[in-house]
T-cell receptor, first 115, second 115 residues
Framework: DVKVTQSSRYLVKRTGEKVFLECVQD?????MFWYRQDPGLGLRLIYF???????EKGDIPEGYSVSREKKERFSLILESASTNQTSMYLC??????????????FGPGTRLLVL | KNQVEQSPQSLIILEGKNCTLQ??????????LRWYKQDTGRGPVSLTI?????NTKSNGRYTATLDADTKQSSLHITASQLSDSASYIC??????????????FGKGTKLSVKP
């Protein structure tokens, strides 16, 4: 079974703090993603990565950065947390199947509260 | 603009009843459509994935249909169980093969199954 784990299920931080959210997958997937999920807005893509040391901006990258130093690990960084970054953060990884279809596997999510 | 619209926004049914969730999309070009189930506080889990050449796919009590002409999909749940209570998210990809970067998410339908 594919396993995507996230370092914390719940996190409380103060405005201005630097926040690290870690994601690890154990299936040697090339692609990894960070989303945030807010009520009424659904899932929105923040950043994704196709390979080690590669990153691409998603739909809402402002206020975030990412790091992918190893294939299995993809980190989301909030340089200076703000209250509008209070959200549920979901990590996902994927591979490209033999038929060209891609399957994404999600982690359990990190619920971040910024005070 | 590529969009995925889901209806209803929320739904309450009695245990044992059937229900159908709808997904309409305006994504072009179309690659594939997936349905995810997301339990409260958890990450989404893939239920089905369909390409344009497939018009139905089942996963246990879940059956997804796709009409690529009208750009509509439905997820039918048979003999609902309490554990079916979750949000169901429709996701459409506009990318043929290659690495993903163009997944368009619906906002989900929240299903509550009551005893």
């Amino acid at each position: 079974d594919v396993k995507v784990t996230q370092s914390s299920r719940y996190l409380v931080k103060r405005t201005g703090e630097k926040v690290f959210l870690e994601c690890v997958q154990d299936m040697d997937h090339e692609n990894m993603f960070w989303y945030r999920q807010d009520p009424g807005l659904g899932l929105r893509l923040i950043y994704f990565s196709y390979d080690v040391k590669m990153k691409e901006k998603g739909d809402i990258p402002e206020g975030y950065s990412v790091s992918r130093e190893k294939k299995e690990r993809f980190s989301l960084i909030l340089e200076s947390a703000s209250t509008n970054q209070t959200s549920m953060y979901l990590c996902a990884s994927s591979f490209l199947g033999g038929t060209g279809e891609e399957t994404q596997y999600f982690g359990p999510g990190t619920r971040l509260l910024v005070l | 603009k590529n969009q995925v619209e889901q209806s209803p926004q929320s739904l309450i049914i009695l245990e044992g009843k059937n229900c159908t969730l709808q997904c309409n999309y305006t994504v072009s070009p179309f690659s594939n459509l997936r349905w995810y189930k997301q339990d409260t506080g958890r990450g989404p889990v893939s239920l089905t994935i369909m390409t344009f050449s497939e018009n139905t796919k089942s996963n246990g009590r879940y059956t997804a249909t796709l009409d690529a002409d009208t750009k509509q999909s439905s997820l039918h749940i048979t003999a609902s169980q309490l554990s079916d209570s979750a949000s169901y998210i429709c996701v459409v990809s506009d990318h043929y093969g290659g690495s993903q970067g163009n997944l368009i998410f619906g906002k989900g339908t929240k299903l509550s199954v009551k005893p």
